[in-house]
């Protein structure tokens, strides 16, 4: 698919057909996740893809914060996951006597991998939606994701009904942009 | 252009060729990250276009370190910038109550409006450099820019000589990918 179409077309999917998503399909958007950019080319990522009914179980769980809130309330209606875990960055030296911090980036690549697992799906003719907030404890508890490996984000990846996209609401170009000074 | 090839060809750029690019191109890239997803919606980006003189100079400035360092050696010979700014997040109050921070995901919605622009970029012809490191300090006093308001990224934007991409050096996917369970 076309780049442009992607950019207007993309959004979150929080409704989604009872059909599986092929094991290929959902080692192909990890892997557009593994190709991305990152800071000093470190890639301090894993992702862990949560497609069988335990791992289900225990993902679903961990969707759910200890306050009992969720990002997730149609968890349960998507059954392909890939989970995009932080890991400790390799970074070059001249980034650690900067800013005195490995992860400096790490976000921000993390999340570059998370959108380029999205157009990768989308390529493929599914939806996604990525999940922001996590119970970290749940994670370690459930999968035994060390402590020091934080899940940054989940993204949910199925196939949703055709229909065409929501309009895009976004703050004004006027009041994002500036051109050479700060206004 | 599709995905498909932008995800395999698009690479950093640390050399660029003396041609300007248009206006029109840059704020076509620049669009493209206002129209990126974020957490909540919530936006928390300001995009600085620096193609001027005087603006490039103070731009290239805030591209030494205090130390002395740069991510940017060869920034003098780019002349269009894109400065990619954090500022306060407005997000749902979910996202406050849980982290006690409206920042939580900025970063990561900062970095995918940046990838935005780089596959925009590259649909027009142009080529891109992500450029992490800045100082802070420089672009709040070359700029106005306040404090507050976190310069994250600056995306460097021109036209590179044609040549065959380089070889991607990628963690191997084994290495970062698991399936159903922490390994």
Known sequence: MKFEEMLLKRESCRSYLDKAV????????????????????????KFMIVNEPEALEKLRDALVLSNGGTGAPWRDQCSSYIVIVEQKANVMQAVLDYYGDSQRFAQGDLAMACLNMCYQAMDLGLSTCIIG???????EANFGIPADNIVRLVLAVGYAEEKEPRRKIRKAFDKVVCFNEWK
Do not use: T, V, Y
């Not at 593994?34 to 470190?42: E, F, H, I, K, V």
């Not at 907030?133 to 994670?139: L, S, V």
């Open 133 to 139: 907030m996590n119970d970290q404890k749940k994670m």
């Open 22 to 45: 092929a094991k290929e399909d959902l080692i192909k958007i990890a892997e557009a996740g593994r190709l991305s950019p990152s800071g000093c080319n470190a890639q301090p990522w």
